[in-house]
């Protein structure tokens, strides 16, 4: 069934902004749920920078957008433009998704909570365990945080800039009783031997997708066992040089798809107050 037509005097809008932003699976993605379950709503991309950030936010207000999602580079600027912020975003220091609560916009995080979507989704048990996780930029801080805050026991981050990794790390010990520790990634000998004592290794790097795509920052096979979870945030390509690397040995391997899927799900229901659905979505859009 076409969609022309479904847009009435009715309609409410959601929306996206970032920049860049044609990539985004999200418009397709929350429009298949408005439609599937019957919701007179619609669902946009706008191409928003910090610039432009405060007008557009105002303006959103004005029209009474029941909500929207914020991505790169708004995610941290957006904050002072907010009347709340929910505790979890507070301590990731960034919102990915705003709701409009009777004239009050709240901002929430729901990044981490799709990572922990996804290890549900896949059965795996996170939580008592260790995670080595290679990155620290926001995903990384998000992934870390929401772990931690759920029950992981441990989390050894590597990063390049080991200031990031140390902040985060900083943050997760007063905050939470998970005990983390923070190293530089071209200490390969840490790496190889946190590994080998993790439950699971993500990848929260730009490494393996464009313009490092066939790229991974494990150089060796024999650093993996199949017990070990491999999860890469990359759902660009699909498969990962580290996806490949973990099913080689027999790993399960987890790409990002389920985490963008379980974060705009979770978006969602903060919106709409409804599940997603999420079979119907998933056998669409991947
Ligand atoms: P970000 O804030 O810009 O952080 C980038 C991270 O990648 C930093 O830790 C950076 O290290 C590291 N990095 C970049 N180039 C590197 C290289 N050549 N070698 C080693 N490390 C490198 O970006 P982000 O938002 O956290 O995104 C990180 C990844 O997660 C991206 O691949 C993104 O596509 C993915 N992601 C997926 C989802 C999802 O829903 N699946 C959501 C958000 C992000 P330094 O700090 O040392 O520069």
């Given amino acids: 069934m076409s969609d022309q037509g479904r847009i009435d005097g009715r309609t409410k809008l959601f929306g996206l902004i970032a920049t860049p932003i044609g990539h985004s699976l999200a418009p397709t ?3 298949l749920a408005f439609k ?4 007179n709503n619609a669902y946009m991309a706008f191409e928003v920078g ?3 950030l405060a007008y557009v936010v105002a303006g959103f207000r004005a029209l009474h957008l029941k909500g929207f ?3 790169m580079p708004n995610k941290t600027k957006i904050q002072p433009l907010l009347d709340e912020i929910t505790p979890a975003a507070e301590l990731i220091g960034a919102v990915n998704t705003v709701v409009n609560e009777n004239g009050k916009l709240i901002g929430h995080n ?3 909570l799709g990572y922990i979507g ?3 989704e896949r059965d795996v048990d996170f939580v008592g365990k260790k995670m080595t996780l290679m990155g620290a930029g926001g995903a990384a ?4 945080i929401q772990a931690a805050l759920d029950g992981i026991a441990e989390i050894s981050i590597f990063n390049r800039d080991i200031t990031k990794a140390s902040d985060i790390a900083a943050l997760i010990n007063k905050e939470t009783n998970c005990r983390v520790n923070a190293y530089k990634l071209d200490d390969l000998d840490s790496l190889k031997s946190e590994i080998a004592s993790s439950d699971i290794l993500t990848n929260a790097t730009g490494v393996g997708m464009n313009p490092l795509e066939g790229q991974s920052l494990i150089p060796d096979t024999s650093w993996l066992r199949p017990e070990l979870v491999v999860s890469d945030l990359i759902y660009n390509p699909r498969k990962t040089t580290l996806l490949e690397q973990a099913e080689a040995v027999g790993c399960k391997a987890i790409n990002g798809l389920g ?3 379980w974060a705009g799900s979770r978006s969602f229901e903060i919106w709409t107050g409804k599940e997603m659905p999420v079979e119907h979505v998933k056998k669409h859009l991947f």
């Fill in 118 to 120: 996804t290890l549900t």
């Fill in 259 to 261: 985490m963008m899927l």
């Fill in 69 to 71: 999602n914020v991505s």
């Fill in 50 to 52: 910090n610039e432009e």
């Fill in 29 to 31: 993605m929350h429009n």
């Fill in 110 to 112: 729901t990044d981490g």
């Fill in 36 to 39: 599937k379950l019957g919701l």
């Fill in 141 to 144: 801080k998000a992934v870390a």
